[in-house]
C-alpha cells in the first residue's frame, strides 16, 4: 500500500515559478514509477509528466515546452514537479500517481488506469 500525499500549490503571477511535492509512505515507494495529472474546471484529467522508478527516464506531457521538469529522491520518498513559465492556462489541481510497474512506456504512462495509488491533489493558480 502506498499513499500519496501533495503538497506546493499555491497562487502565482504568470511567469512565476512553483515546485510541487509528492510525498509518499510505504517502503517500496522506490518501485514505483509515478506521474502527475492534473484538471482544470469543466475539463478532463490530462497527463503533465511521469517518471521511471529509478529516475533515469522521464516523460512530459507536449504542451509543458520544457517549463516543467520532474524528479524523484527516493531516500525521501518524494518526487518533485518544478514548475516554471507559469501560465494561466495552467492553473488546475495537480495530482501525483504511482503505479508498481517496470516498464515506462509513453502510450501507458498517459492512462490514467494505470496508476493504482492516487493523492489528493494540490491547487495551482496562475494569474494573468
Known amino acids: 500500500q502506498v499513499q500519496l500525499v501533495e503538497s506546493g500549490g499555491g497562487l502565482v503571477q504568470a511567469g512565476g515559478s512553483l515546485r510541487l511535492s509528492c510525498a509518499a509512505s510505504?517502503?517500496?515507494?522506490?518501485?514505483?514509477?509515478v506521474g502527475w495529472f492534473r484538471q482544470a474546471p469543466g475539463k478532463e484529467r490530462e497527463f503533465v509528466a511521469a517518471?521511471?522508478?529509478?529516475?533515469?527516464?522521464?516523460d512530459y506531457g507536449d504542451y509543458v515546452n520544457d517549463r516543467f521538469t520532474i524528479s524523484r529522491d527516493n531516500a525521501k520518498n518524494t518526487v518533485y514537479l518544478q514548475m516554471n513559465s507559469l501560465k494561466p492556462e495552467d492553473t488546475a489541481a495537480y495530482y501525483c500517481?504511482?503505479?508498481?510497474?517496470?516498464?515506462?512506456?509513453?502510450?501507458?504512462?498517459?492512462?490514467?488506469?494505470?496508476?493504482?495509488?492516487w493523492g489528493q491533489g494540490t491547487q495551482v493558480t496562475v494569474s494573468s
Open positions: 500517481a504511482a503505479k508498481n510497474s517496470g516498464r515506462f512506456y509513453s502510450i501507458e504512462n498517459r492512462l490514467q488506469y494505470t496508476y493504482q495509488y
Open positions: 510505504g517502503r517500496t515507494f522506490s518501485s514505483y514509477a
Open positions: 517518471i521511471s522508478w529509478r529516475g533515469g527516464s522521464t
